[in-house]
């Protein structure tokens, strides 16, 4: 956690903090209830589904940080030594496990109908 | 870049709804052929619950919900650095083209250089010449004053 004291020394910028959950929200929202149909035409069930839905979101974030992460980092290759992550984000925890609890709802949501669509 | 991110998103879809109607056609061929079986057979109330998928519609479900993650991570907006120092050097580097949408508009809350009030401050105020005038002005309206 940032001290009152760094963040007189390193200020941040709250618009680009904003813009940057705002992106992940959106994104692990829409995925959760794509992973959500995914789930439900491959008919899952209990404990199986869920660990597709935490796997496949580790996936995504994994995507977002090789996509759009890394490319901001290379580009800045000579800040070497810094925490990587905290060029967009305050902790890597936001990125991992931010939208993870957020999409929960949609995943099950989605889950279930395509598991009733498929086995009617 | 978006129209990779939006023909892989389509790809992808394409693929799910085949997947979809696939184990839609799966289960029910199945249940039919289950319940004429268990008919014919004349078996006691067992009729078998529906079989796992085939691999082939399982896989085709992964590869379909992996390429949609793809092209939706790939049509995010670009994230922004959060450090002062490293948000305001990208936009004295690169301007509103490092902040506008891959359509070429630039974003609603870029904010423009933030160092702009300093780029356009003014210069040292000449002290002497203002006296000067003031002198002036109380020579000519401070008299006009004193008439009036």
Known sequence: MLTERELQISPIVQESVLHNTKTLTTLHNLTASLFGVGAGILGLESYLGFVFYLVFSLITSALVYAFRVRPGLIQESHDPGKSSMERYFRSSIELWTGGLFEGLSGFVLTWTLFYGLVRA | ?148
Not at chain 2, 41 to 69: K, N, R
Not at chain 2, 116 to 135: H, M, T, Y
Request: hydrophobic share 40%.
């Open chain 2, 1 to 148: 870049m978006t129209w990779i991110s939006k023909s892989v998103t389509g790809l992808g879809l394409l693929f799910l709804t085949h997947a979809c109607y696939s184990a839609h056609e799966h289960s029910a061929l199945h249940s039919t052929t289950a319940a004429s079986l268990s008919s014919i057979a004349s078996h006691t109330a067992a009729v078998p619950t529906v079989a796992s998928l085939p691999i082939d519609i399982s896989i085709e479900t992964i590869v379909a919900v992996f390429t949609i993650c793809l092209g939706l991570v790939l049509g995010t907006p670009e994230l922004r650095p959060i450090q002062w120092r490293v948000w305001a050097g990208k936009i004295e580097r690169e301007g509103e083209k490092g902040f506008s949408s891959s359509d070429g508009t630039v974003d609603k809350d870029y904010v423009g250089n933030p160092f702009r009030v300093l780029e356009s401050r003014p210069g040292f105020i000449d002290i002497r010449k203002q006296r000067k005038e003031f002198a002036e002005w109380v020579r000519e309206g401070g008299g006009t004053a004193e008439a009036s």
